[in-house]
Structures are given as structure tokens and as C-alpha cells.
């Protein structure tokens, strides 16, 4: 069963510019989710997808980042534009069913840097 | 609000040693909890986690970790250390089966 993957590895831009990640999670997976990993800091939610609805995106700075889910399979997280702070790892990740009792399943992520 | 606290951010261990990686959590309702393992420029695996019934729950490469309702604890444990082990380690709860909240991590490192 191949894993959620995700595009690209690393990007690195200059602040006020923008930037698109990809994911495309594992096959049949309903949930999607977008988390920002800071340097030393535990994984954060952005927002998460059921199918291609959004169940939540309470943490997502809207005045900057968007995400969208075509057709509940492939998602793009965009930043436009892009500040320092938002040097981080960005992951993506995919699950059966809700969080909680359905595993969520991790892509490789995506480093940014922002210079 | 859910919350996970990790306490030490970095744990440093010898080959063969005892593994404990501590989590406390707060929630208000009965939580699901969880431990994911990091390897370098990876994404997160999942160790193990607890939902409901046993409270000693049994994860993959040998850990365990034990839920204590009454400590509001679910500390990771290995008995052996192997070098193969040297990771980041993330304690996460979840509430009303939803998102997922995560502690700051704890870098796991394993001395020959």
C-alpha cells in the first residue's frame, strides 16, 4: 500500500513571495489534514478535510495560507505571501475516519525555508 | 481545552538501557492518547496509543506505554535500548475523537 505522499521535499523562498504544497493521501483515506511543524516544537493542525469539506481550520492564519481538496482526494496548502515565521516543516496526513480511533498516516512533509 | 506536556525535551540513554519517555495530559473528558516516533527528515509513525479497555497498551519495536487515569500520565517505556531507537518522540491526545494535539517532543538519544 503505498503512503501519503507529498510534493516537494524542500522549497526555499524569499519572504512576501508564494508558495503551493501537494499531498496526495493514501487511497480511500476521507480525512485529510495540514499540520505546521516548527523547529522544536510539536506538529500543529492547520486544518483538516473530511472528504473535500473542511472540518476544521481554527489554527489556519486565513490571511495568507489556503488550502483546497479537489474532488476528497489531492489537497494544495498555498502561502501567499510568505513571512519568516512561516519557516517550518509542513505534513501532511490521512486517515480512514476522524481522528481518535482512526490512525492517521504521515507523509515525509515538506520543508520551508523563508529567507 | 486538550493539552499534552512532555517532560524533557531531551532524553539521552546507553545501548541496552531502561527507555522512559514521560507525557502528561489535561482534558476534561475521557481522552484517546497516543505516541509517534520521528526519524529524521520523516514523517510520524505510530508507536501505540490507548482508547478505551486496557490500560498497558503494547506498541510496535517494543515499547508500551501505561495509562494512569488518576496521575493524568501515559508514559512511554522500552526495557532495552537500541541504537536503532535515536529518535524524536511525540505524545498526542485526542478528545471526542477528534484532532490530535501534540506535546513539544522529546529527542530520544541512544549512546553505545
Known amino acids: 500500500e503505498a503512503g501519503v505522499a507529498q510534493s516537494p521535499r524542500y522549497k526555499i523562498i524569499e519572504k512576501r513571495q508564494s508558495v503551493a504544497f501537494w499531498c496526495n493521501p493514501i487511497s480511500g483515506h476521507a480525512t485529510l489534514y495540514w499540520y505546521q511543524q516548527i523547529l522544536g516544537q510539536g506538529p500543529k493542525l492547520l486544518i483538516q478535510?473530511?472528504?473535500?469539506?473542511?472540518?476544521?481550520d481554527s489554527q489556519l492564519p486565513k490571511d495568507r495560507f489556503s488550502a483546497e481538496r479537489l474532488k476528497g482526494v489531492d489537497s494544495t496548502l498555498k502561502i501567499q505571501p510568505a513571512k519568516l515565521e512561516d519557516s517550518a516543516v509542513y505534513l501532511c496526513?490521512?486517515?480512514?475516519?476522524?481522528?481518535?480511533?482512526?490512525?492517521?498516516?504521515f507523509g515525509p512533509g515538506t520543508r520551508l525555508t523563508v529567507l | 481545552a486538550q493539552s499534552v506536556t512532555q517532560l524533557g525535551s531531551h532524553v539521552s540513554v546507553s545501548e541496552g538501557a531502561l527507555v522512559l519517555l514521560r507525557c502528561n495530559y489535561s482534558s476534561s473528558v475521557p481522552p484517546y492518547l497516543f505516541w509517534y516516533v520521528q526519524y529524521p527528515n520523516q514523517g510520524l509513525q505510530l508507536l501505540l496509543k490507548?482508547?478505551?479497555?486496557?490500560?498497558l497498551v503494547k506498541g510496535i519495536n517494543g515499547f508500551e506505554a501505561e495509562f494512569k487515569k488518576s496521575e493524568t500520565s501515559f508514559h512511554l517505556t522500552k526495557p532495552s535500548a537500541h541504537m536503532s531507537d535515536a529518535a524524536e518522540y511525540f505524545c498526542?491526545?485526542?478528545?471526542?475523537?477528534?484532532?490530535?494535539?501534540f506535546g513539544k517532543g522529546t529527542l530520544l538519544t541512544v549512546n553505545p
Open positions: 498526542a491526545v485526542s478528545v471526542s475523537n477528534y484532532k490530535l494535539t
Open positions: 490507548y482508547t478505551t479497555g486496557a490500560t
Open positions: 496526513a490521512s486517515s480512514l475516519g476522524p481522528a481518535g480511533v482512526n490512525e492517521q498516516f
Open positions: 478535510f473530511q472528504n473535500n469539506g473542511v472540518v476544521d
